[in-house]
């Protein structure tokens, strides 16, 4: 392991020394590539033990999706959980009180959704430091992020805890690149793109694929992709996770310093001990979760508006509706009436392809 962290240390300091131009471009992404292989054998090591999340980092999912709580030690993650989910967790002013996941379910506009609190990482945690591989193996598990800061010191750490994450395979708030190659047998590396690549040349994209081991395939650029978007492709191990900065503490802050604190995208300014913000915390949640609630409606009978079918996803279909019910359920499918924002007349019958939207109302029509 120990190994691994020098090589690491040694191409990270050859990269810092090799000037950014045209002629070392290829150089830079050979050795790009070959970091990336490196974080990969750190994430999942070979050999017999060690290589799970560890004893009271595995926690069963429930609920439609899962939001983990990560952040610096004693930023009052076990604070927010505790109000939101009323799941008790050991509270303390010292550092590394959470020793391990402390798992909570909240239920909002009718959906039951999971929420872990994960113990506190520190710098270094994805070479191992602190127990910090066995938290982010947790936090590629979630569907969402809550990145705890404390607002007193919010950038710094926000900095070093998405460069922790990034080192372990997590895309914070991006998405995929459109990237796409497919191995064949011999021909070479044949390169198409629809857009300029301003940041890659083709001698760049030959050294990387062949650091892979790929020397016949066909790749295909549909943006102005970098070198490390290629690498993220081509290792395909890569998760894109939605993450919102809670930034805790407001209570300690002037009205002038939380105008500015406003401006940091995808952040929400809280406070956990006073219960301030948390509507805003929470609409953000289900924003960025993408859950969309749909109602049924047995025939002849008014809606269910108290229990709604929760799915994620911003193209939930009425297929995806129908197995969220019971699988057997689209065996009898005929087709389904709607009312609501996806259709243009209410009811409209529609097929099991129909794109559904928030708080839509169906009637399933069996043969």
Not at 112 to 137: F, N, S, T, Y
């Amino acid at each position: 392991m120990s190994s691994i962290i020098d090589k690491i240390k040694d191409i990270e300091n050859e990269m810092a020394k090799t000037q950014k131009n045209k002629a070392t471009a290829y150089h830079l992404g050979t050795l790009k590539a070959k970091l990336a292989k490196l974080r990969r054998e750190l994430i999942t090591p070979t050999g017999g033990g060690g290589g799970g999340p560890g004893v009271g980092f595995d926690v069963a999912k429930t609920g439609v999706a899962r939001v983990g709580f990560v952040g610096f030690p004693s930023v009052g993650k076990s604070t927010l959980m505790s109000k939101l989910t009323g799941t008790h967790s050991v509270v303390g002013a010292y550092e590394f009180t959470t020793l391990t996941t402390v798992p909570g379910v909240i239920h909002y506009k009718g959906a039951k959704i999971q929420m872990l609190d994960l113990p506190g990482i520190i710098e270094g945690a994805k070479d191992g430091k602190g127990r910090g591989r066995q938290v982010i193996a947790v936090a590629r598990t979630c569907s969402l992020i809550f990145i705890v800061l404390d607002v007193l010191k919010p950038l710094g750490h926000k900095k070093i805890i998405e460069r922790e994450l990034e080192g372990f395979g997590i895309r914070l708030n991006k998405k995929p690149p459109a990237i796409t190659f497919r191995k064949k047998e011999k021909g070479g590396i044949n390169i198409s793109s629809t857009e300029r690549l301003s940041n890659l040349s083709h001698d760049t994209i030959k050294a990387i694929m062949s650091e892979y081991k790929i020397h016949n395939a066909d790749i295909s650029f549909r943006c102005d992709a970098t070198e490390d978007e290629l690498i993220d492709v081509l290792e395909g191990n890569r998760l894109y996770i939605p993450a919102v900065y809670v930034l805790n503490k407001i209570d300690q802050i002037s009205v002038q310093e939380l105008d500015i604190i406003y401006k940091i995208p995808h952040s929400v300014p809280v406070s956990s001990h006073h219960g301030w913000n948390f509507d805003d915390l929470l609409e953000m949640m289900w924003n960025y979760l993408s859950l969309v609630r749909i109602y049924t409606k047995p025939k002849g009978q008014l809606p269910d508006y108290t229990a709604p079918v929760v799915l994620r996803g911003q193209k939930s279909s009425i297929e995806d509706f129908c197995n969220a019910i019971h699988r057997g359920l689209l065996r009898d499918f005929k087709n389904a009436l709607v009312w609501g924002s996806s259709v243009k007349h209410n009811p409209q019958k529609v097929g099991r392809d129909h794109v559904l939207m928030d708080e839509d109302v169906v009637q399933i029509l069996k043969k």
